[in-house]
């Protein structure tokens, strides 16, 4: 028999789409840049395109999700905790949510933690940041900081039109 659902389970309006989750064309290369390690990962993209979704969902996939710490940039009590992720040993997986909120002295902090790692080719910290991109590759959310070109992959969520 058929499962029966509700309306607002169909057409949510925030939290992850379980019912209606339609893979983005940028899924595949998600699930990758999730996968490899020393590399962390920029998610960008306007606001309410379903980027956080496509973590979550690429995280549950993987079979991952459980051992992921979500931070975000509009939670007081994250601040401090992403404040100091760069001087955390073996931080695991970390998820830092609305990346773009931060001042410009944090997001470069993270931005230098993400070379670093990648440098090193660390296994035992992933950082994972996500952002609007203000609507342009004009504005990415890691402006200013070109050189981390090769120690992350940003897989970009757009609409199809």
Known sequence: MPQTHYMEDVFKLNGVPDVTFVRPVEFPRLLVALRTHGRGVVIEGPSGIGKTSAVTKALEELGIQADVLTLSARKKADLELIKELPEIVAAGFVVIEDFHRLDSEIKLRIADHLKVLADEER???????????????????????SRLSNSRQIPTIESKN
């Open 123 to 145: 296994e035992d910290t992933k950082i994972v940041v996500i952002g609007i991109n203000r609507g342009s590759r004009s504005h990415p959310i890691l402006r200013g900081v």
